[in-house]
Structures are given as structure tokens and as C-alpha cells.
């Protein structure tokens, strides 16, 4: 067993092992992490000895809970060019684990967010328990979901608007409703599952679906495929005043109480943040995979200057106030965001 880096990589029969191991902060991604995953499933691309990487969290609670935003806040305070480095290598290792030759799987159990929602949506079979709870929280701190996600929710349509500019967590049944996940898999059954697949002389792709279907039961029934219509009918519009005035207006007392609190939340959220989240969006529906993380790219590194990252982790993780004061406009990003089209 090799541990460095908060990851503990190991070698099981044909089968690569990295398990994300900092516990203590919900797996939040440090630069070395992302470093060492990609580093890890490149070495791995030229060895004969594996067939297949894996890669699992060593926490009851969390896979991941996202990048280390502590970490981009404090490089950015400093004056240092960290912030942009880590977004660099984070894109590095998403493509690095796309590009794998060798079929990547990860096992998720607990809260899947931010930078851990686009860790596993890079992995090429991606199977949870009940215990996941998925979001792209990001406008709650001033920023929009990267990592790909213009790409992943932007196929979700007026749904992955939803998911955008509020943040809302979703379970692993709405997960497997929207495709964001291909299997479901008992937390109680983890274990047996990771034995098979460590056991395994055949790792095929084929071959590790075919060891999963075993394990795999059918989830509760997903909450959010009963609201479908309520978040298309509120959620459709092209820009924010009119999706807020659209909630605000819901008279069917039957989806009052569901909107009021959509409302609240789309509220309490970053208007910069929202309204760029909103226009990745659309923009993404448009664009290839590469073309979208690009676009996340260039806007990620003038954020920290014109955006509202900073006034939200101060309010939610240094200060903890949670009163972030939010910018009402900014003029710079008005007008990127009018080139972006």
C-alpha cells in the first residue's frame, strides 16, 4: 500500500486502486490529490499488470465534496497564481481519467459535489448507493459549476438550469433518473463488490458491467422525476427575472410550497453567479465537451477578479457569517458574458 498525498493507491490482482483519503475535510481536492490522481492513471496506461482503475473514497460520509476552495481563496488573498495552477491541473486530471485506455470505475457513497460531482462524471462507469447526495453548489458561494458541468447538466436542459443556478442536492434515485449515474448498488454491498472486481482476471469493460449487474437493486423512486413539469414550466425561460417572477406567480397550491422555497434559495444566491450559470447553460447545449471546459476555463480565471468567489467563501468559510454581500453588477463581466453570446 502506497499512501501520499491524502490518496491511498494500491494494486489488487488486474484491478488499480485509488482511495481519496481526507477524511477530515470531506475529501475536498487538494492540488497534490488532483496531481496524484492524474499522475497515478497515467502511470497506470503503460502498465501490462492492470486492466482497470478504480477509484473510491475512505469516508462514511462524503466521496467528495468538491475543490478546496480555502486553498484557491488563500492563494488568490496572497497574491500568488495558485488558483490558477489548481484549476489547470483539475482539467489536466478530468481529461487524463477520459482519456484512460483502461476502463475507470468509481464507487460513490455520500455527498457527490462540485469538483467530486465532475471527478466521477469523468469516470467511465460510475455506480452509487442511496447513501449519495449530488449537487453543483457553486452559485451559493458566488461562483458557477465547472468542472465540465456546462457540458453534463447542459443535456439535462431546463433541468440542469435548475441544478445550475440553485444548487439543490439531488439523491441517487434522481441521479439514475437523469443518467448521471449507470448503476445502483446497496452501501451494505460495497464491499462484496469491490472483492469481485479485486478478484477479477477479466476487466474488460464488458466484463466489470457484467460483475456489477449482479449487486445492482432498484432505488426508491426518484423525487425529482415527479416535478419534472413544475421545474420545465419555471425553469425555461432565458433569463433570471423572468424564471424568479415565474416562481414567485405559481397559484396551483399543489406546487405553491415547492416553489416558494426554489425561490428562497435562487434568492439567497449570487446574482453574477446566477446569471453566468444560466448562460453557461444554454451556451453548452451547443458545444462539445472540450469546447465547454474551455469556456469554464477562461471564465475561471477572471473570476477571482470581477466575480463574487471571494465575498462568498469569506461569508460561508472564513468569517462564517453567512452574509455574503453580494455585487447587483459588474461591468466587466456584463460584457464577457455579451461576447460569450
Given amino acids: 500500500m502506497n499512501t501520499e498525498n491524502h490518496l491511498i493507491v494500491e ?23 488532483i496531481n496524484g490522481i492524474r499522475t497515478q492513471v497515467e502511470t497506470w496506461q503503460d502498465d501490462a499488470g492492470i486492466q482497470a482503475i478504480l477509484i473510491k473514497s475512505n469516508s462514511p460520509k462524503a466521496f467528495c465534496a468538491g475543490g478546496d476552495i480555502r486553498y484557491l481563496y488563500d492563494c488568490y488573498q496572497n497574491g500568488t497564481e495558485g488558483h490558477k495552477e489548481y484549476f489547470i491541473a483539475e482539467y489536466d486530471m478530468l481529461n487524463s481519467i477520459r482519456a484512460s485506455k ?3 470505475v468509481v464507487l460513490l457513497d455520500g455527498y457527490v459535489l462540485g469538483g ?68 445502483h448498488v446497496p452501501s451494505q454491498q460495497f464491499n462484496a463488490l469491490f472483492d469481485a472486481l479485486s478478484q477479477s482476471s477479466n476487466l474488460s469493460k464488458d466484463k466489470i458491467e457484467q460483475i456489477i449487474s449482479k449487486f445492482i437493486t432498484r432505488p426508491v423512486a426518484s ?91 469569506r461569508a460561508l468559510i472564513i468569517d462564517k457569517d453567512k452574509q455574503p454581500k453580494w455585487q447587483q453588477q459588474n461591468a466587466t463581466l456584463d460584457k464577457i458574458l455579451a461576447e460569450l453570446g
Wanted: glycine share 6%; proline share 2%.
Fill in 116 to 183: 467530486g460531482f465532475g471527478l466521477a462524471q469523468a469516470c467511465h462507469i460510475i455506480v452509487s448507493s442511496e447513501k449519495s447526495r449530488f449537487a453543483m453548489p457553486e452559485t451559493a458561494i458566488g461562483f458557477f459549476p465547472d468542472v465540465a458541468a456546462t457540458h453534463f447538466l447542459s443535456r439535462l436542459d431546463d433541468i440542469g438550469v435548475y441544478l445550475a443556478t440553485t444548487g439543490d442536492q439531488i439523491s441517487s434515485s434522481d441521479a439514475l433518473y437523469l443518467d448521471l449515474i449507470d448503476y
Fill in 11 to 33: 494494486q489488487h490482482a488486474a484491478l488499480g486502486v485509488i482511495t481519496l483519503d481526507r477524511v477530515s475535510s470531506l475529501n475536498a481536492l487538494t492540488l497534490d490529490m
Fill in 223 to 313: 423525487e425529482l422525476s415527479t416535478s419534472v413539469e413544475n421545474i420545465r414550466k419555471h425553469f425555461g425561460f432565458e433569463n433570471l427575472q423572468d424564471i424568479e417572477k415565474s416562481l414567485e406567480n405559481e397559484k396551483d397550491q399543489q406546487h405553491k410550497a415547492w416553489a416558494s422555497k426554489v425561490l428562497s434559495t435562487l434568492q439567497q444566491r449570487s446574482w453574477l453567479a446566477k446569471k453566468t450559470s444560466l448562460r453557461l447553460q444554454y451556451l453548452g447545449r451547443g458545444l462539445s465537451l472540450q469546447q465547454c471546459m474551455q469556456l469554464e476555463r477562461n471564465l475561471q480565471d477572471i473570476w477571482f477578479e470581477h466575480g463574487d468567489i471571494l465575498e462568498g467563501v
Fill in 102 to 104: 483502461k476502463p475507470v
